[in-house]
């Protein structure tokens, strides 16, 4: 009989491509894959330790596996693996232990499913020799996510992402291309581009990010391309404006502020200011009206005082923003941030996280009521369980429609119709197919 393997995600979506890739590394002919919700001989949990709530939320969900398998053979891998091994095999229950390198040749370590007295540990010594491996998601009908970059060389004072993944790297172009190829032939309608630090490709290979998207909007059958995520000073005019005239390339751009304290951002070692940020932002507007832009905020960095977050407030409002993914800042062992003093108490980061999270939404209902009798191209996905069909539009807003299965997997013409509870949109198909 074939052995059941599961697979539980934690963190982003980097996490997501990698484990997909490490799940088809396990042979079909001797394993089968369920849900992690169903019973499984073999785990494998692939964590995040980007915060400390991160950290505690791979705690919790290692327990709870193996609470509900007792029997099951336990592996922990990625970041939080990497970065805290003695700590994960601590865990009463886990197997395997394996760092950044390591888990992409997991089935070399998994000898027997008999369940060990202590766990095993495997994890890169010097984080500066890992390699690069290619990864993609396949779990989506319409969307995979590929993994073009790893690594990071900047070194934020309160970021332990370097200590866990090491430095930037990528593969070719050539490489990603072929990859690309197969994702199409997949039958994948969209791509998105993840990494550690995107903009920071083809440092390992005397390329571009430019290079590469320019590349992959060549690609035969590939209808969508979109970026995860890019830092603003990495994000040059050259490639905003190739995002407003290549037709396969989403306007939707995702970029990490931080703060929009110029003092904090120093304090943050971030590697530009917020007139830069704001810079970015006018041009896409200036060049797209209708493109989404999402931006990255840490509450409670230390030292951050009241006129320091209301500077960050007045300044985000003052942009043409979609959405905020808000952050309280907690402490990594091993960063600079860690050791500073004039801390800020867990109460005034709640309540600085929630004026921010109310600003985030009233962003998103503004650019969903600008985007009212609009019409624009909808990606079907799947049903939900009111009877409907959802997708994202090419600027990143979630439209539904009643179900209909000759939907999923289209790119159809939709006129944005209403707003939802739910912060999203309904919608109307066109007569003209996209």
Known sequence: MKKRVAFQTLGCKLNFAETSTIARSFSTEEYLRVSPDNEADIFIINTCSVTDTADRKCRQAI???INHNPHAFIAVVGCYAQLKPGEVAAIEGVDLVLGTDEKFDITSYISSLEKKKAAEIHYCDDILKTEYHASWSSNDRTRSFLKVQDGCDYHCSYCTVPLARGSSRNQPVAEI????GDIVASGFREIVLTGVNVGDFGKSTGETLRDLLLSLCSVRGLERL???SIEPNLLSNDIIELIANEEVL???VHMPLQSGSDRILGLMKRRYNRDLFAGRVTRIKELMPHAAIGADVIVGFPGESDDDFADTYSFLSSL??????VFSYSPRPGTPAA???????SK???QRSKQLIRLSESFRMRFMRENIGQSRSVLFEKKNAEGMISGFTENYIKTYLPYNKNLSGRILSVTLK???EDGSMEGEINEQRL
């Open 177 to 180: 291309i072929r990859e690309a």
């Open 250 to 252: 989403m306007p939707h």
């Open 320 to 325: 043409p923003l979609t959405y905020l993914h």
């Open 226 to 228: 979109r970026l995860s």
């Open 63 to 65: 327990r709870k596996i």
């Open 348 to 350: 005034v980061k709640e």
């Open 339 to 345: 050791t500073m003093t004039d801390k800020v108490t």
């Open 418 to 420: 209403s707003i939802r």
